[in-house]
Structures are given as C-alpha cells and as structure tokens.
Nanobody, 119 residues
C-alpha cells in the first residue's frame, strides 16, 4: 500500500504561481509512474501531467502545456507540479496518483489539495 499526501495548494491571483508537492510512502517510489489530476466542482476528473519513474519522460494536457511542469525527486519520494501563469479555469482540487508500470490504471491516490485562482 502506498500513501500519497499532497500539499501546496491555496488561493492565488490570475497570473500567479503555485508549487504542489506529493510525498509518497514506500521503497518502490522510483518504479512508479506518477501523475497529477484535477477535478473542478461539477466536472469530471481531468489528467494534468505525468512523469516516468526516472523522470526522463513527461506528458501534459494541452490545457497546461507551457505553463505547468511536473518533476520528481526519487531520493525524497516526492513529485512536484510547478504551476505558472495560473488562470481561473485552473481552479480545482488537485490529486496526485501513482501507477505500477504493469497496471493500466492508477493504483493509489492522494486526498487532494485545493487550488483556487481568482480573476
């Protein structure tokens, strides 16, 4: 069982920046694909970004490309999401997720951290 704990959310004005962190438990962190998702009220959960185990490959939703950067520090069992040029439409609860490479779906999820962007 892997526990994921997000932090770093908050209220920020449009155009501002936030950095989210997700700390994971366990010894196999570097083998997991890690991702960030978000869900706004009344909307479906949306993929934001993912990073492979070694951090060499990243993927982004089109809506955040060029503004958000996902990274990881395997020595600290932590994945980050740097969010710049934030827009009101980025307002959502942001979730961290981990997936074993052999699985098709994400195996573990954090509790989420709220990001609110005011206009």
């Amino acid at each position: 069982q892997v526990q994921l704990v997000e932090s770093g959310g908050g209220l920020v004005q449009a155009g501002g920046s936030l950095r989210l962190s997700c700390a994971a438990s366990g010894r196999l962190f570097s083998t997991y694909l890690m991702a960030w998702f978000r869900q706004a009220p009344g909307k479906e959960r949306q993929f934001v970004a993912s990073v492979t185990g070694a951090g060499s490959t990243t993927y982004y939703a089109d809506s955040v490309k060029g503004r958000f950067t996902i990274s990881r520090d395997n020595a600290k069992n932590t994945v980050y999401l740097q969010m710049n040029s934030l827009k009101p439409e980025d307002t959502a609860n942001y979730y961290c997720a981990a997936r074993r490479l052999r699985d098709n779906e994400y195996d573990w999820w954090g509790q989420g951290t709220q990001v609110t962007v005011s206009s």
